[in-house]
């Protein structure tokens, strides 16, 4: 019997070319989902409605659980690229769906797990999924993650009581208030001024208790305009 002919178009490819074509794939598959969140295009669209119908709001990050499998088989050597990254944003988002009932895969994750332990047990379970999740994610112990959970409420807050302050809504600080001003003099001494400031007492002549008269005339001089007639010669 004769030899069998190789045939002249068969690929002769490394295993790490496999990983990488796979790691391009996955990244183009992200970026069409991630892309589908401007609907713009039928396909686009298609893809949104599909997407959206299974998992609601999960679609915000799904395409970045395929990034990190592209990242994983390209073997990226990255903080982020991970497996335990990878694992810990799918168990992540599925309990968070799961806890929200979002779209067709949310709702099918808590009914199976509330028709073995009830709504309270599937609570309990799928938080504690999430918890779970979050640690793998960060490759973290609990006690950062809930430190890292407490510092984000924390600056939620200060965020909203800044917004608040800026729309008037907040404390403000009256117009008229009661300050010490400092006001310097001679002598190189400084005094203070006490807002609001009273005005001084007009003084009274103590025999009749009436005000004094102040003369509009001041040291002789009247009231009246001083000017040169042109019969008279200037000074």
Known sequence: ??????SPFRLKLKGQTYYTIFAVVMTAVGGLLLLSLTKQ???LTQIYDVSTKYVAWGLLFIPFIFFSISLNLARVKWKLAGFNTTVGLALTLLSLLGLTHAGIIGSEVWISIETLVSGAG?????????VIGLIVLLNTSLGDVLEGVLKLFKTCAQTV??????FGRGKTKPVFVQEKLPLKVKGGQIAEIKFPMTLPKVPEDKRNKQPI???PEIGGLGTQIVANLP???TI
């Not at 019997?1 to 190789?6: E, L, N, P, T």
């Not at 599937?122 to 999430?130: K, N, P």
């Open 161 to 166: 009581k800044h917004f608040l302050d800026l």
């Open 1 to 6: 019997m004769g030899r069998r002919r190789r």
């Open 41 to 43: 295009g039928e396909i």
């Open 231 to 233: 019969t008279e010669q």
């Open 213 to 215: 008269n102040i003369s």
């Open 122 to 130: 599937a609570l309990i379970i799928l938080s504690g999924a999430t």
